[in-house]
T-cell receptor, first 111, second 110 residues
Framework: QQQVKQSPQSLIVQKGGISIINCAYENTAFDYFPWYQQFPGKGPALLIAIRPDVSEKKEGRFTISFNKSAKQFSLHIMDSQPGDSATYFCAASKSNYQLIWGAGTKLIIKP | DAGITQSPRHKVTETGTPVTLRCHQTENHRYMYWYRQDPGHGLRLIHYSYGVKDTDKGEVSDGYSVSRSKTEDFLLTLESATSSQTSVYFC?????????FGPGTRLTVT
């Protein structure tokens, strides 16, 4: 119940395409769903986050789609660029100062 | 985030030796966290702190201890290192809504 399942493990997308990463959870007590971006040799950094009272949040080329009934949320990267190549982590929290992390998706954008 | 530094950045040690990793912050975060990152497992919480001398276990705390005697410093100790503790260790500060990570320490136990 504490797990967050992330897919795919790796993803290759052509420049200009749409990258989509999916996450699923079981615990309905989770109330905050962030995405973190990690470049090689660096720590993760918060990219975008959503709460379950909205179905979509957009920041620039990055959009989170949230489906409460299916207990799924996804990250869409529009017009993917080589600089977006990184590892992406979804996470979930129930406001107890801890995050439960997905296993990560390594995204490669081919020029 | 330059506000969180970790030392050492790389360490090779032998099985059975104690190891201490240091995290230092300049952002006055109340909450601090130690994670390990392994391929296929994402980030797993080892221990966290919610104030000076206040710490609690995460999901993979066996074989690890922590101490926080000052707001700025959060130490992770491997009491007797094992090969299964070879990993990249990240310290973070912040809270549920945003965690700021240090650059990581790559630890190899031979």
């Amino acid at each position: 119940q504490q797990q967050v399942k992330q897919s795919p493990q790796s993803l290759i997308v052509q420049k200009g395409g749409i990258s989509i990463i999916n996450c699923a959870y079981e615990n309905t007590a989770f109330d905050y769903f962030p995405w973190y971006q990690q470049f090689p040799g660096k720590g993760p950094a918060l990219l975008i986050a959503i709460r379950p009272d909205v179905s979509e949040k957009k920041e620039g080329r990055f959009t989170i789609s949230f489906n409460k009934s299916a207990k799924q949320f996804s990250l869409h990267i529009m017009d993917s660029q080589p600089g977006d190549s990184a590892t992406y982590f979804c996470a979930a929290s129930k406001s107890n100062y801890q995050l439960i992390w997905g296993a990560g998706t390594k995204l490669i954008i081919k020029p | 985030d330059a506000g969180i530094t970790q030392s050492p950045r790389h360490k090779v040690t032998e099985t059975g030796t104690p190891v201490t990793l240091r995290c230092h912050q300049t952002e006055n975060h109340r909450y601090m966290y130690w994670y390990r990152q392994d391929p296929g497992h994402g980030l797993r919480l080892i221990h966290y702190s919610y104030g000076v001398k206040d710490t609690d276990k995460g999901e993979v705390s066996d074989g690890y201890s922590v101490s926080r005697s000052k707001t700025e410093d959060f130490l992770l100790t491997l009491e007797s290192a094992t090969s299964s503790q070879t990993s990249v260790y990240f310290c973070a500060g912040g809270n549920t809504y945003e965690q700021y990570f240090g650059p990581g320490t790559r630890l190899t136990v031979t």
